[in-house]
T-cell receptor, first 114, second 113 residues
Framework: GAGVSQTPSNKVTEKGKYVELRCDPISGHTALYWYRQSLGQGPEFLIY????????DSGLPNDRFFAVRPEGSVSTLKIQRTERGDSAVYLC????????????FGPGTRLTVL | QQQVKQSPQSLIVQKGGISIINCAYENTAFDYFPWYQQFPGKGPALLIAIRPDVSEKKEGRFTISFNKSAKQFSLHIMDSQPGDSATYFCAARTQGGSEKLVFGKGTKLTVNP
């Protein structure tokens, strides 16, 4: 594709529910990142994949958050037992490989937990 | 702990003026410093970036000035235009680690016609 795509663009859920957010990186990009952006703040790192493996998950706030990238392309961020504090825009970015500087961001998924 | 401090939080400039946004960092292991531009409802887009072995980088109307000894870097937008109105984020990255970007809190720039 032309750029990083994320689905859905908006997700409204109730407290306690489970949600999945999807990221399609630029074709051929081996590095994939998830960030979370709260209102009025800069993006905060969550997790980084190099290929299929999570190379750094130090930004995941707790064990309710999990992400996978089983075939080294599409990634899914999974949030269990959602809380109101999880409401934010979840951004995905990709880069050609770990030695390439530029990270290309998708438009994000706006998650609202009621 | 905020690793990259950005100022000002908001900035209003007249068309044709110069916009200046500043960032400071503490981690001397940072080796790549990009600036991202974000419009409402969109993801951040890379504007310009610099490495610490260079003191200045210019691309069109956008210039990064980098002061390694002071651990500061800034974005200058010359001849600011209303279309430049957006939120700007500085960021930093440590190579050899996870390549994750650490972002500042952002500066909302408004360029009045």
């Amino acid at each position: 594709g032309a750029g990083v795509s994320q689905t859905p663009s908006n997700k409204v859920t109730e407290k306690g529910k489970y949600v999945e957010l999807r990221c399609d990186p630029i074709s051929g990009h081996t590095a994939l990142y998830w960030y979370r952006q709260s209102l009025g703040q800069g993006p905060e790192f969550l997790i980084y994949f190099q290929g299929t493996g999570a190379a750094d998950d130090s930004g995941l706030p707790n064990d309710r958050f999990f992400a996978v990238r089983p075939e080294g392309s599409v990634s899914t961020l999974k949030i269990q037992r959602t809380e109101r504090g999880d409401s934010a825009v979840y951004l995905c970015a990709s880069s050609l490989d770990r030695s390439t500087d530029t990270q290309y961001f998708g438009p994000g998924t706006r998650l609202t937990v009621l | 702990q905020q690793q990259v401090k950005q100022s000002p939080q908001s900035l209003i400039v007249q068309k044709g003026g110069i916009s200046i946004i500043n960032c400071a960092y503490e981690n001397t292991a940072f080796d790549y410093f990009p600036w991202y531009q974000q419009f409402p409802g969109k993801g951040p887009a890379l504007l310009i970036a610099i490495r610490p072995d260079v003191s200045e980088k210019k691309e069109g109307r956008f210039t990064i000035s980098f002061n390694k000894s002071a651990k500061q870097f800034s974005l200058h937008i010359m001849d600011s235009q209303p279309g430049d109105s957006a939120t700007y984020f500085c960021a930093a990255r440590t190579q050899g680690g996870s390549e994750k970007l650490v972002f500042g809190k952002g500066t909302k720039l408004t360029v009045n016609p």
